[in-house]
C-alpha cells in the first residue's frame, strides 16, 4: 500500500518555523514540502548588498516603491489541497502604489513586481526555473537571475528571457524606469 503524501499549508509553515529544529535552518515551502534552502556564499552576499544598495538608493530618491532583500518571503500560491508556495527571494522590489501598508510584519500575499535571484553553486538548474515560472505565475513582472560564476544575468519577464553579459547594461524597464547599471559593476572583483 503507498502512503500518500502529506502537504503543509502556509499557515502552518510559518507555526513550525518557531520550533526549535527549525531555528537554524533556511527553508522554503514548494507546494506544500518544506525545502532546504542552502545558506548564501560570500560572493552572494557582496551581489545582495551592493545590488539591493543601489536599487534603495534609486528607488527612494524616485519615491516609486520599497526595496527588501534578505530572503523577503511571498506566499506565490494557496492552493485548496494544502499545496501552497511560500518562497524566499533575495531581492524584492514592490512599487509603492502595490506595497500594503503598513507593511506586513508576515510573508507578503502579493508577488513583488521585481524579484532578483543570486544562484549558488548548490541551486539546481531545475529548482531555478521552478521557482521563476511560480513568480511569474503570481505576477512578478521582472526578474532578475543573477549568476556570479558566469558574470551574467537572465532577465525574464511574460514575455520572454534575455541573457546581459559583464558589458551589458541591465535596466529597470517599466518596474524601475531610468535605472540602469553596467553588469560588471553588480559583481565583486
Given amino acids: 500500500m503507498a502512503v500518500e503524501q502529506q502537504y503543509i499549508t502556509a499557515d502552518k509553515f510559518l507555526d513550525l518555523m518557531h520550533l526549535p529544529e527549525y531555528a537554524d535552518r533556511v527553508v522554503e515551502l514548494v507546494e506544500g514540502v518544506i525545502v532546504d534552502m542552502p545558506l ?15 536599487i534603495t538608493v534609486f528607488a527612494d530618491e524616485s519615491n516609486i516603491g520599497e526595496t ?11 492552493s485548496p489541497q494544502g499545496r501552497d508556495t511560500l518562497r524566499g527571494v533575495d531581492i524584492a522590489f514592490i512599487t509603492r ?7 506586513p510584519n508576515r510573508p507578503f500575499e502579493i508577488a513583488p513586481d521585481l524579484a532578483i535571484e543570486i544562484v549558488s553553486p548548490s541551486n539546481k538548474a531545475i529548482d531555478i526555473e ?6 511569474l505565475e503570481a505576477g ?5 537571475i543573477v549568476y556570479p560564476d558566469l558574470r551574467s544575468i537572465s532577465v525574464r519577464t511574460q514575455d520572454g528571457a534575455t541573457s546581459l553579459k559583464e558589458d551589458d547594461n541591465l535596466t529597470g524597464g517599466e518596474i524601475l524606469p531610468g535605472f540602469e547599471i553596467p553588469v560588471a559593476d553588480i559583481f565583486p572583483d
Fill in 40 to 54: 548564501p556564499n560570500p560572493v552572494h552576499a557582496a551581489i545582495l548588498a551592493k545590488l539591493s544598495s543601489r
Fill in 68 to 78: 527588501l532583500a534578505g530572503d523577503v518571503p511571498f506566499v506565490l500560491k494557496r
Fill in 97 to 103: 502604489e502595490r506595497m500594503p501598508k503598513p507593511m
Fill in 130 to 135: 521552478n521557482k521563476i515560472q511560480q513568480l
Fill in 140 to 144: 512578478t513582472k521582472l526578474i532578475w
